[in-house]
């Protein structure tokens, strides 16, 4: 009887990041919209995203580029840094894929069928949302801090729910 080789797992190790010079790139649209990334002039990347690396903790420093397939490319840690154009085209990107209106006030709030349909007063305005599954998706980020994701997948902040009025956490109450 041979032995048996010992295998161990492959371990998934965490990926090496590597800090891109902000003077040493260009984010800009191409003639199809799609936003495109090129480095030092010699190379290319038809087809980038741009996220926050901490969208709630740091949201106005390091920023991910990602490649079409969401491999990480770089970090950006001061976007602030970018020329005037690099610096738009990574707003813009960033702008619309981080949605987080925080929620002053809960106006009214019903649940049906395992859907609860929010009516908020946010500091981006009045919202309406419908949320499932609340209960298992809402995220608690401690200190009274709340992420509530819709349907839609957009999360709404509530800063601190023991800050909300009276009405507004007794309808909260009754859905967490």
Known sequence: MEPQSETKPVMDREPDFVFLDPKKLKLFKDNSGRLRLTLERDRSYPEVKVVRAFPLSDPDHYLGLLNAKDRVIGLVADPGELDEDS?????DAVGGHYFVPVVRRIRSLREE???????????????????????????DLGEGELL?????????????????????????????
């Open 113 to 139: 069928f395992g859907a609860i349909y929010f009516d908020v007063d946010t500091d981006r305005g009045r919202r309406e949302f419908v949320a499932k599954g609340i209960r298992d998706e809402m995220e």
């Open 87 to 91: 610096r738009k085209a990574a707003a």
């Open 148 to 176: 509530i994701p819709d349907v839609d997948g957009n999360r709404y902040r509530i800063a601190d729910w023991r800050r909300l009025d009276g009405k507004s956490r007794r309808l909260l109450e009754r859905v967490v």
